[in-house]
């Protein structure tokens, strides 16, 4: 049977996500919308659509079923759907690079002290259950590389961090990727009613600052995990 709810299933079961809750994570909307499409009482909207369109499947064929399923051009960064067939990558997961601002962070986002970039990682779904606890999705995850000292000693400039791009809002306290006009951060993030978004640096050196309502604020996603490099 080929209705939205099966091929959104089927597009679930391709990102790994089996919870209808981590779903309306990855496409920005409501638990309850998720349920309202599965019923079939309601179409996807541009909201959704912009999400999905992250993945390898057609957009014409998750909206009515039209034929061919995968598109012919793959979103940068993922897999193609056909490399299967060539060899059994079934069990990897992709984790690339974020690319959503520029292949290099750049498209007008500037990072401080960026040491160059890892370009993405091939890991099995057993490294992620047991790395990566909570997120929204495999779909969703990928690698940015630390820039700057602000937040050591949670990380060195040019360690691997990896991101939840599935959080674009800040939710509860914790670290995340986001930029103020065209300057990029990775920093902790905590709400104060009334003042704004108070931004925390783990090194010291550093001051703390707000971000105040008006100012022009994108999340980019949660850091989920981050790794500090040393010598030996």
């Known amino acids: 049977m080929n ?15 089996t919870k209808s ?9 409501s638990d ?41 051009q793959m979103p940068e960064g993922l897999p193609n759907a056909n490399d299967r067939n060539q060899e059994d990558n079934s069990d990897i997961i992709e984790i690339p690079q974020y690319r959503d601002i520029g292949g290099g962070m750049g498209n007008g986002v ?10 993405g990682w091939r890991v099995t779904p057993e490294w992620v259950a047991k790395n990566i606890k909570s997120h929204s999705g495999s779909g969703n995850l990928c690698i940015v590389t630390g820039f700057g000292n602000s937040m050591q000693p949670l990380y060195n400039p040019g360690d691997p961090l990896i991101i939840d791009r599935g959080i674009n809002s800040v939710d509860s306290d914790a670290t995340y990727f986001f930029r103020v006009g065209d300057e990029g ?13 108070r931004v925390i640096s783990k090194n010291k050196d550093y001051e703390t600052w707000t971000i105040k309502p008006g100012m022009d604020f994108e999340v980019f996603g949660q850091v989920l995990k981050a790794w500090c490099g040393t010598d030996v």
């Open 185 to 197: 951060f990775i920093k902790i993030l905590q709400r104060i009613p009334g003042e704004g978004i």
């Open 110 to 119: 500037m990072l401080r002290d960026q040491p160059g970039a890892i370009q």
């Open 21 to 29: 809750k981590d779903f309306a994570v990855f496409c920005g909307v």
């Open 32 to 72: 309850g919308l998720v349920t309202q499409w599965f019923s079939g009482q309601t179409k996807l909207g541009p909201k959704p659509l912009k999400a999905l369109a992250r993945t390898r499947f057609s957009l014409d064929w998750i909206v009515e079923g039209k034929l061919p399923k995968y598109r012919q």
């Open 3 to 17: 209705t939205l709810a099966t091929r959104l299933a089927e597009v679930m079961a391709e990102l790994k996500i």
